[in-house]
């Protein structure tokens, strides 16, 4: 099992930056892919990046192609999301998953959640 934080929203102008970072519990971390997902009000879930175990392989949604970046270190146990050139539809509540599966797209393929940290852009 494995537990989950995130850390880094806030408050950020139209075409600002932020790092998001989630940091995980236990010995196993490089055991899991990661994924970073994000809602916002009335919307569903929808997925933002995933990475593999290693940090070979990432995924983007079409949305933040070229904008966001995933990397993950495993000698620290975390997982990060830098987000740049950011816009006022990237609001949104955003969470860290983890799972031993292959990452995936949908949040049903992950197990493990973290608590969420709010981004909000202004335009």
């Known amino acids: 099992q494995v537990q989950l934080v995130e850390s880094g929203g806030g408050l950020v102008q139209a075409g600002g930056s932020l790092r998001l970072s989630c940091a995980a519990s236990g010995r196993t971390f490089s055991s899991y892919a990661m994924g970073w997902f994000r809602q916002a009000p009335g919307k569903e879930r929808e997925f933002v990046a995933a990475i593999s175990f290693s940090g070979v392989n990432t995924y983007y949604a079409d949305s933040v192609k070229g904008r966001f970046t995933i990397s993950r270190d495993n000698a620290k146990n975390t997982v990060y999301l830098q987000m740049n050139s950011l816009k006022p539809e990237d609001t949104a509540v955003y969470y860290c998953?983890?799972?031993?599966?292959?990452?995936?797209?949908?949040?049903?393929?992950?197990?493990?959640w973290g608590q969420g940290t709010q981004v909000t852009v202004s335009s």
């Open positions: 998953a983890a799972d031993r599966r292959p990452p995936a797209l949908t949040p049903r393929d992950y197990d493990y």
